[in-house]
């Protein structure tokens, strides 16, 4: 076949190319067919975040060595058919011969295809010893970078307000006054983001400066001082709010260096106040102790990890003496101490915070409506929308219910504003738990206001925004931002030529460069269209063309059209759907989705994207997670347990090579 398919031209093209193999050429997949993928766009799509992700094509990092390249370009031998190389998946699906959700990658008859002709019949003839060793090759395995530098990471502003509750009970929460914290990956703690502006340095300065005249305005108020004033007592003091301070002992010579600064002032009270401002503006209070090279640090490093993952906020002191009685350095002493924190109310805040990022609550509290089309929307609505997502995931967690309910279950936690616009009865008291009909296809966080308003246009809905919403949040795939210099804008329907949203994106299944990734994101903004942009319920999509022009007023005309609401999620078999309900049954029993609330939480407590070397990780955590019923409280102490395992792993590397 592959004869009659291909010129000789093609075919020589092919054919030099393992003519150069064959004569000792080092790299033959990482300098030959590997840059023909990476030009037509494969590992956007295909990598473990992905909108192929489910697929068993998975790109090796960008900055993975040419080793692991052509480990990888052998372990392609999976996609290839060695008795009819024509019929690989490898060959028929970048070039669309078969249906391919990305679409035509390299266009048949091309040198591009010649080439991949080219590793194909490389890999349908493999000696039987390297097929074996190809098939082995695993995304996770041992020669992926595991051991990357130490980082540091500065408190988030959530973080700093609560510490500074913690450390000296302040209640003003200054950190709502410092410049906001940007999204990155999906969360504000990503530490790739975590600069220190002049401007956050100021406001670090001033908040150091109020903070500890607050905290002495009446004396002792708040008992920092532990002991009688005096010689012994500022030694005391300094030793003692230090550690607190820094989250570690102090060293001899910071210790020398606060005494000193305290002598300055002849009032004791003036020379504490003074100590205080001053830990406040140091990097030792104003970053974390994640990692360190001081083997006698190790434990209040895992203290300060476990802490900010679980408390977004210090170590308190039962958590302290356990680092110093070295009480922190094996699996089962870290699960004892996760398993008291969640009991802590502070577990209940760090959840909290988790989810207003994870949920991304910042876009409908800064969101506006169409006033005409859209009365019942306020501020005050958008509040009620997050505090029902809010009260829903924290019913999931700490009461230890399937956490995949998220997506299925058939109530939620409704005010009278909700009410209004879910079609319900108004509850007697303010967010009860309301069980909805089936006949309103609501169901978990799909079918609640929050995620049908955030992920809506001011004037309607978004087909694109709610479809991208669903691959990025609930199942953790990278969709690429449109082509520089694209018009994203579509022509709008007109009172002579009336359209549904559907009607009107089916331009993107038309158009080349915009189909590959709309027809991944579209189709499931489809399926939500029985829901307008503040989430009530519709049955048909209504127009309202306001007149006007030229001075000349006329009467509002409305046109109500009938709306074909069957969507899909492409990667995911068997995902047909029409509604929220239906979606949400779907993603609650897919592993993709599963495991994407593990990534999600991941990221959100390393303060980064996971990386290839983090699967064995993830997918212990996962096995866990699975195990446990899709109990979260599971899942968080499962992540730190095993964290604190490859942290383990990782300072005896640093270390030994600091």
């Not at 500065?154 to 929460?173: F, I, M, W």
């Amino acid at each position: 076949m592959f004869k009659l398919r291909y010129s000789n031209v093609m075919k020589g093209i092919a054919c030099l190319l393992f003519v150069c193999t064959a004569a000792g050429q080092t790299n033959p997949f990482s300098d030959g067919l590997y840059p023909i993928l990476k030009s037509a766009g494969c590992p956007t799509c295909h990598d473990s975040n992905g909108v192929a992700s489910a697929t068993r094509l998975h790109f090796p990092d960008a900055s993975a060595p040419t080793e692991r390249a052509e480990a990888f370009g052998r372990s392609l031998v999976r996609l290839v058919d060695r008795q009819h190389p024509e019929e690989s998946l490898l060959l028929n699906k970048p070039t669309k011969r078969i249906p391919h959700a990305g679409g035509e990658r390299i266009k048949p008859g091309s040198p591009e295809e010649a080439a991949l002709i080219g590793w194909i019949r490389f890999l349908a003839a493999m000696p039987a010893d390297e097929l074996a060793v190809a098939l082995k090759y695993d995304e996770a395995g041992p020669d992926v970078e595991k051991h990357r530098g130490a980082v540091l990471r500065r408190l988030t502003n959530s973080q700093y307000n609560n510490t500074v509750r913690d450390l000296l009970g302040d209640q003003t929460a200054p950190a709502d006054q410092f410049p906001p914290e940007d999204f990155v990956t999906g969360f504000k703690n990503q530490y790739d983001a975590q600069n220190l502006s002049p401007l956050l340095e100021e406001a670090y300065s001033a908040a150091a400066e109020k903070l500890a005249q607050n905290v002495f305005r009446n004396g002792d108020a708040h008992r920092l001082v532990p002991c009688d004033p005096g010689p012994a007592c500022r030694d005391r003091f300094v030793k003692e709010f230090g550690r607190k301070a820094f989250r570690r002992p102090l060293d001899e010579g910071e210790r020398r260096r606060y005494v000193s600064l305290f002598k300055r002032e002849t009032g004791f009270l003036a020379g504490a106040q003074l100590v205080v401002e001053a830990m406040l503006q140091s990097p030792n209070f104003l970053f974390r102790l994640d990692e360190t090279t001081n083997p006698a640090w190790k434990s209040y490093a895992a203290a300060s990890r476990l802490s900010y993952s679980l408390w977004d906020s210090m170590p308190d002191t039962a958590l302290m003496d356990a680092a110093a009685r070295g009480e922190l350095s094996s699996p089962s002493q870290i699960e004892a101490a996760a398993r008291r924190m969640l009991r802590d109310p502070r577990a209940h805040q760090a959840v909290d915070e988790y989810v207003s990022e994870w949920l991304r609550f910042d876009r409908i509290l800064n969101s506006s409506r169409e006033r005409r089309r859209y009365p019942k929307f306020s501020r005050e609505t958008a509040v009620a929308m997050t505090e029902e997502a809010r009260l829903f995931i924290s019913d999931l967690v700490w009461n230890d219910r399937n956490f995949m309910d998220a997506f299925s279950a058939n109530y939620g936690f409704v005010n009278a504003d909700l009410a209004s616009i879910y079609g319900v009865p108004a509850p007697a008291q303010d967010f009860a738990r309301v069980i909805f009909s089936p006949q309103s296809e609501r169901a978990g966080l799909l079918g609640q206001a929050l995620f049908l308003s955030l992920s809506a246009k001011p004037e309607d809905t978004s087909l694109t925004g709610r479809g991208l919403f669903v691959r990025e949040q609930f199942l953790c795939q990278h969709v690429p931002p449109p082509p520089a210099g694209v018009n994203t804008n579509l022509a709008p329907s007109t009172e002579t030529h009336p359209q549904t949203n559907r009607e009107r994106m089916s331009e993107h299944a038309t158009n080349q460069v915009c189909a590959t990734c709309h027809n991944l994101i579209d189709p499931i903004g489809v399926g939500f269209e029985k829901f307008d942009a503040v989430g009530a319920r519709r049955d048909e999509y209504k127009l309202v063309f306001y007149g006007g022009h030229g001075g000349a007023h006329k009467p509002p005309k409305s046109v109500d059209l009938a709306m074909d609401t069957k969507g899909w999620v492409a990667g995911i078999p068997d995902s047909n759907f029409s509604s929220p309900r239906d979606l949400g049954a779907i993603l609650a029993k897919t592993p993709m989705c599963q495991e994407c609330m593990v990534k999600q939480y991941f990221r959100y407590i390393t303060g980064r994207m996971e990386t290839t070397a983090d699967f064995p990780l993830i997918r212990r955590v996962f096995e866990d997670f699975r195990k446990s019923n899709f109990h979260f409280q599971e899942l968080m102490i499962s992540l730190v347990r095993n964290r604190e395992s490859l942290m383990d792993e990782r300072n005896v590397y640093v270390a030994s090579n600091h």
